[in-house]
């Protein structure tokens, strides 16, 4: 595809930013307030927080952030370090991820090299474009973390005719630290530059004990970035900014004599988180929370790979914090280390982890990249390690024990897989700056392929992978605490129906109200809020053939929502097409369920009864 001059269009976009908001000449005013997205109710829009380990909205309620990063785009020159080639692709992306994928966040990834290509100069073009971009999923009513994004430290690290790059670092950061000349030796993942490539590893511990002020100047541009941010989005659009992740993928490069990767986390990544939430203080983001997170490899799943960490002498991390980490099964994208595919309850124990650590640390947790290849040899474990990824967000207990033991399932986590870029399969990267190495296919980034969007030959955006898997139900926002969920997807591995979760026999009429239909079922303690429990209701769940058995009342094809409706339908925020199941109490500390299905036709009275009182009895059993 062709691109622009990435140059000239930025300093348009500068231009008009300038002439719009005047931040030049009045410095610190922020624009206009702007009207809220389309489909708005009147809890809708509130800023979050963090409060007893859970994110937490303006009308009390326990929030789910589920999405995507957008994007890796962000990694490659082609667009100047964005993750979008216009503003217009980027409303194009958001309008897709919130109706096709169901997402209701981002993680949105930025440029230290971009933000900073001369030491001590913020470019304010690229500031500029990344904040319309950034604005357009505001719009649709997605909520961003922004994250300054680096693997393997740079691509300025990399020779012209190398096999691997990098991202992060600009050239003059480079350049300051005259690093020896790359090479991996035998690697058969880009992954292994991490631990292997001496100019790596060099680059990554000079970074972290601040050699040339390498740290100081990305602290310096981070702030920059977070003010200009605070200053050119509204009150109503900053509200929808979640909070900013520091650096991702945080490594140590190399180990002093002595040093462990838990000491390390102690001395040297720590202090630079609590460096950077003070820059976040001072750029306006006193109210928002650094997602931070620990050394990679902490909860790597494979023996030789795992080191110590999570923070674990970081004390209470608290309202200020959160805790972000990634997961990939490293053994099922090996090809060599898990044979075979993944199975129900597959990651149950990796994710349980996820949320002791955050718990121990008194934060909300968030897993802010999890994925699986999408081609290559290993592809064809992606539809059950991703159903088996969603599984573990959404509980810590397998489907095959879900329903004897719902208590145990632990709060549902927050998550933004990797990753949903438009250009897959359409790029036009010249590979360090190489213009004999065009990279076209996947990601063109170090070969991965792991994008769950790309646009047709219409310019359509188009799903890459089940929409039942993608475009889930889940508690959006809770009047109270989730005590227990589940979602069954149904999703498809080839021609098989991947049912792990299934209705025991137990509960026949639930069972049968089911059929071989999509469910989810939520268990929840209520809140002393007004405001409702909200769902996610993917596309498959259409309101006329979506069929609700709650404490609070049954209703097939449920009404429209208003305040005195128990059981309604409303769109989400955006004006995108997608829709949420609003839930109302009328009560405080009072246990309720929730049964959502698209599996049932025309459901008779007697049959929406029976199911609920089984439902009931079962409820009053389990909790």
């Known amino acids: 595809m062709g691109m622009p001059n990435m140059r000239a269009r930025l300093i348009v976009v500068f231009v008009v930013t300038v002439v719009l908001s005047g931040f030049l000449t009045v410095a610190g005013t922020s624009p206009a307030t702007a009207a809220t997205p389309s489909d708005s109710l009147w809890f809708d829009g509130t800023p979050l927080t963090v409060h007893d380990g859970r994110f937490v909205d303006g009308q009390g309620r326990e929030v789910v952030l589920r999405g995507y990063n957008v994007s890796g785009e962000t990694k490659l020159a082609e667009n100047g370090g964005l993750p979008f080639a216009s503003v217009a692709d980027a409303r194009r992306s958001a309008a897709a991820l919130r109706a096709l994928g169901g997402g209701n966040a981002v993680r949105f990834l930025l440029s230290w090299a971009e933000a900073e290509p001369v030491r001590g100069q913020v470019d304010t073009a690229y500031l500029a474009a990344a904040t319309e971009q950034l ?21 300025h690290l990399f020779r012209t005719g190398s096999w691997y790059t990098g991202d992060g670092a600009p050239k003059w950061a480079v350049h300051t630290g005259s690093y020896p000349k790359e090479s991996c030796g035998i690697c058969f993942f880009w992954g292994q530059n991490i631990t292997q490539n001496a100019a790596v590893t060099k680059a990554q511990y000079d970074f972290w004990h601040n050699t040339h002020g390498l740290q100081d100047a990305f602290l310096a541009t981070a702030q920059s970035t977070m003010a200009y941010l605070t200053q050119h989005l509204t009150d109503g659009e900053f509200a929808g900014v979640v909070g900013f992740d520091p650096y991702n993928e945080p490594y140590a490069g190399t180990y002093e004599s002595g040093q462990t990767s838990r000491t390390w986390e102690r001395d040297l990544l720590w202090p630079f988180y609590q460096r950077f939430r003070a820059r976040m203080d001072a750029a306006g983001w006193q109210a928002k929370p650094a997602l931070v997170e620990p050394n990679l490899f902490w909860n790597a799943n494979i023996a030789s790979q795992k080191q110590e960490g999570g923070l674990l002498d970081a004390g209470t991390l608290g309202s200020r914090y959160v805790f972000n980490t990634h997961f990939y099964d490293q053994k099922a994208i090996s090809g060599i280390l898990m044979w075979g595919k993944a199975n129900d309850g597959q990651y149950a124990t990796d994710f349980a982890a996820i949320r002791d650590r955050a718990a121990a640390a008194g934060t909300a947790a968030v897993v802010s990249e999890y994925g699986h290849p999408l081609s290559g040899t290993v592809s064809g474990k992606a539809p059950t390690v991703l159903k088996a990824m969603y599984q573990a967000l959404d509980s810590r207990i397998p489907g095959a024990s879900w329903w004897s033991n719902p208590a145990a399932s632990g709060p549902v986590l927050s998550g933004s897989q990797w990753q949903w870029d438009l250009y897959n399969g359409r790029h036009h990267e010249l590979m360090n700056d190489n213009p004999d190495k065009v990279l076209t296919s996947g990601d063109a980034w170090n070969d991965e392929d792991l994008s769950a969007v790309r646009l047709d030959d219409s310019g359509t955006a188009t799903l890459r992978q089940d929409a039942r898997l993608l475009d889930r139900i889940y508690p959006a926002a809770t009047s109270g605490a989730t005590a227990a969920f589940t979602y069954e997807d149904r ?33 929840w303690r209520s809140g002393s809020g007004t405001a409702p429990t909200e769902l996610h209701l993917p596309a498959s769940f259409p309101t006329v053939a979506t069929t609700v058995v709650s404490d609070l009342g049954t209703a097939y094809a449920p009404p429209p929502y208003t305040a005195s409706t128990p059981v309604g339908v409303a769109p989400e925020p955006g004006g995108t097409g997608s829709r949420r199941l609003l839930l109302t109490d009328a009560d405080s500390g009072t246990l309720h369920y929730a049964l959502v299905t698209n599996g049932a036709t025309a459901p008779s009275a007697d049959l929406l009864g029976a199911a609920r009182s089984e439902l009931t009895a079962w409820a009053a059993a389990r909790f």
């Not at 604005?135 to 691509?155: E, K, N, T, W």
């Open 491 to 523: 999703s498809r591995d080839g021609s098989t129906t991947l049912t792990w979760n299934p209705v025991p026999s137990t509960l026949p009429n639930v069972s049968r109200l089911v059929g071989s239909g999509q469910y989810g079922l939520m268990v």
């Open 135 to 155: 604005r357009a999923f505001l719009d649709a009513g997605i909520r961003v973390y922004p994250d300054f994004h680096q693997d393997l430290y740079s691509r």
